[in-house]
T-cell receptor, first 115, second 116 residues
Framework: EAGVAQSPRYKIIEKRQSVAFWCNPI?????LYWYQQILGQGPKLLIQ????????DSQLPKDRFSAERLKGVDSTLKIQPAKLEDSAVYLC?????????????FGSGTRLTVV | AQTVTQSQPEMSVQEAETVTLSCTYD???????LFWYKQPPSRQMILVIR??????QNATENRFSVNFQKAAKSFSLKISDSQLGDAAMYFC?????????????FGTGTLLAVQP
């Protein structure tokens, strides 16, 4: 089966600019996650979607980050305006069921550098 | 709050040898899931092995096995017959359950180098 697709692979922007990341999960996977991985740290959940509804966005900085999942398939994560501390790898993952007890399938991520 | 601790920032092993990566976690739950993920330079997180807390038997996947000590809240990963392709960052993760969310909480990772 095709994996989780993410684009772009790399992005460099100046602070205060906006940026968007795209994710296409594995076909049929109901649950989609966006994780932020800062250099030297483990990934941290930003937002979790169940189909096209949000079930957890408690760690999402809502003053600058937004995310949507259209029609329960593709998802976009946006940052506006970006700060230096947003430099990180943004990982998208999906899981077949709601429970995620078999783990998630991750994409290769987008490396964002804010200068 | 659930936390995951990996106390070894870096480890090194000779090719064909065995290495053990450590992980401890903190939780008040009795039923949960634990995972080890591998992250090579390509950045994609790859599931290595999973353990269900209600199972006493340690999980194994080919050269990878775990030592799950529930009472001690310890979940170490053993890699046998290490290969050059095993070189990567390894993350231990705890699956947190609370309402509709089932997010994974990750440790800070262990960078494994494999020497030829």
């Amino acid at each position: 089966e095709a994996g989780v697709a993410q684009s772009p692979r790399y992005k460099i922007i100046e602070k205060r600019q906006s940026v968007a990341f795209w994710c296409n999960p594995i076909s049929g996977h109901a649950t989609l996650y966006w994780y932020q991985q800062i250099l030297g740290q483990g990934p941290k959940l930003l937002i979790q979607f169940q189909n096209n509804g949000v079930v957890d966005d408690s760690q999402l900085p809502k003053d600058r980050f937004s995310a949507e999942r259209l029609k329960g398939v593709d998802s976009t994560l946006k940052i506006q305006p970006a700060k230096l501390e947003d430099s990180a790898v943004y990982l998208c993952a999906s899981s077949l069921g709601t429970a995620g007890i078999y783990g998630y399938t991750f994409g290769s991520g987008t490396r964002l550098t804010v200068v | 709050a659930q936390t995951v601790t990996q106390s070894q920032p870096e480890m090194s092993v000779q090719e064909a040898e065995t290495v053990t990566l450590s992980c401890t976690y903190d939780t008040s739950e009795s039923d949960y899931y634990l995972f080890w993920y591998k992250q090579p330079p390509s950045r994609q997180m790859i599931l290595v092995i999973r353990q269900e807390a209600y199972k006493q038997q340690n999980a194994t996947e080919n050269r990878f096995s775990v030592n799950f000590q529930k009472a001690a809240k310890s979940f170490s990963l053993k890699i046998s017959d290490s290969q050059l392709g095993d070189a990567a960052m390894y993350f231990c993760a705890y699956r947190m359950e609370g309402g509709a969310t089932n997010k994974l909480i990750f440790g800070t990772g262990t960078l494994l180098a494999v020497q030829p």
